[in-house]
């Protein structure tokens, strides 16, 4: 029923009537029913930026405008195959969303738990769905109540800690791998770490089933004003202004925040910060390479600038989320 | 250089190494140097309405969330190949999206004509691609004005009247074909014509070509404020309330409007109506089956909903639009 059964080619896995994440069917677990929206198989492009080439996959062309759809594709195809009657998350924005679609779909009820200041579009959009929201004075407070008040017949699928979310996300790699751009190094946001667990486990698959030779280097980033996984790696952050750009990665405590750094470290990866006006320069620079990220995916190229002979030659960047979710941020951060 | 070079199977135009509309290289002009940001390859769904299988294409599910992404893809690879510093297109919103997008895509100059009062979120996105925003008094003058204005070394690309445009557009056809679902009615929104124009031409190439012995009848939606097509094959409407939710097919005079009629009812299919209310009831269906569509792609749902027997049995319905760029509207279609 997992999906560490291994494989040794990608045939083995690939059911070619499938598209998207279902594609790789045989490594996913609960296949069988897939609640699918038409998540995955994200187009991957090359830019170029002051000279660097760089592969940009864009994960936020997906039906609810963010990377979050390949993981709560599996999760909620496992509710639907365990017959639940409600599931319930905890999320600031984008997994509030995609589990709500992905629940409105299956035709099970969702509960999101949010912080009370999570953008008002991203809540609406959860309501739009026929979510119930539950506002919560804090990220934190969304995330114990979530767990806390589960009713019996309710399932927690909880991004951060759902085991199957990683199954979904891990097809990014595949992905890569079968597009020929396996880099040397991903660099990527990261608040609850779904995308560096997911992308990790799927290199490792495909390390072990001797696919490829080596694992990319893993890169995280972080705003400057929540900063956990960086705090971790590199001590307490002093002095600094606070992001409020990167709305969708403030996690003040990410629950597996030590798999987390452990994955990042044993790829020889690292974690950057970035500040709000070098969020903003690349949100610009997005744009005007016609790419409609949200700010908070910004921060991976503001830290790739800053970063880059670091980083290395060959290196893929998640585009994660769509811009187009939450203008009202996007106009300050052009204005800023 | 024009794609009516005719073939016989999709095996001769299909470029196997390309995903999106591009994997029909071999039918589209000017495909050696694509400016892609992925479009195309929309997931196909089936859903149930009331006892009814329909198929739903999501088409929202594009770089710039909306079906005119083909259209503008192929539209500006053509600008990009004759090497213009300027592209002139005039637009509502999500056609002016999409022109901006891929322009900056191309690193060509854009300047995109819209009436003042199409929706602050839409401007906003052509203004953060770097597209110079022309405001008009009306729809009307937007066409006028980005015709005569038009300077040396400038391109019009006015996604009403660009061939290459549909070039775009009918590559949905040819991905309804490949995945097996060649349809006895599609169902979709009509303002400009754009898709209704191109879907024709893609299963007219399949009919020529063999692959598909009859045509698809093609059913056009537009709201009852603003519906010449309709009014062309039936007579003026009246005494109805004025629809304000399908903002995106509020286009009084279409320049094709002789040949989108014509389209139509060579196909036996027709035009339908629909009302604010309709359109609301339509939206939530949508959005509780998970599906972020914006209020103007709800219409060809609701027209649907009136008129299925007329339709028959194995239907495709494009959606066209995101939801998630204008939740304002989106809101308001809710709460009403």
Redesign the interface.
């Known amino acids: 029923m997992t999906a560490d059964r291994g494989f040794k080619s990608l045939d083995e896995v690939v059911h070619k009537g499938r ?2 994440i279902w594609r790789y069917s045989g490594a996913i677990p609960f296949a069988a029913n897939p609640v ?3 998540e995955g ?5 090359k830019a170029e930026f002051e000279g660097t080439e760089l592969f940009l996959k ?1 994960e936020y ?5 963010a990377f979050k759809d390949r993981g709560a594709s599996v999760s909620m195809t496992r509710a639907a195959a365990l017959g639940v009657s409600r599931v319930v998350e905890d999320s600031t924005g984008n997994a509030g969303i995609a589990a ?6 299956a035709g099970i009820k969702a509960k999101i738990y949010v912080p009370a200041d999570a953008p008002t ?1 991203k809540k ?2 959860m ?4 979510s119930e929201v539950v506002e919560c004075s804090s990220r934190g407070e969304a995330a114990a109540r979530a767990v806390s008040e589960l009713k019996e017949g309710e399932l927690y699928v909880g991004h951060a800690w759902d085991p199957f979310y990683l199954e979904g996300m891990k097809t990014a790699a595949f992905e890569l791998f079968e597009s020929g751009v396996v880099p040397d190094a991903v660099i990527t946001p990261v608040a609850s770490g779904t995308l560096i667990l997911g992308l990790h486990k799927g290199f490792r698959e495909l390390l072990d089933a001797g696919l490829i030779n080596e694992m990319p280097r893993i890169y995280g980033v972080q705003g400057d004003s929540c900063a956990p996984i960086y705090e971790d790696m590199h001590g307490k952050i002093v002095g600094c202004v606070g992001s409020s750009l990167a709305d969708g990665l403030r996690i003040a405590d990410p629950p597996r925040r030590g798999e987390i750094v452990d994955a990042i470290g044993s790829t020889g990866g690292d974690v950057f910060i970035v500040s709000d006006p070098e969020i903003a320069i690349s949100l610009r620079w997005l ?6 990220a949200e700010p908070t995916s910004a921060t991976a190229l503001a830290a790739f600038m800053k970063n880059r002979r670091e980083i290395g030659k060959v290196a893929v960047m998640p585009i994660t989320g ?4 939450n ?1 009202g941020d ?2 300050k951060a ?1 204005i800023s």
């Open positions: 598209a998207g699918t929206l038409g198989g994200t187009p991957l492009i864009l062309i997906s039906p609810t405008g709500s679609a992905y629940a409105a779909r579009s609406g959009l309501v739009a769905c026929g744009h005007r390479m016609g790419i409609m769509a811009g187009i979710k203008l996007l106009m052009l």
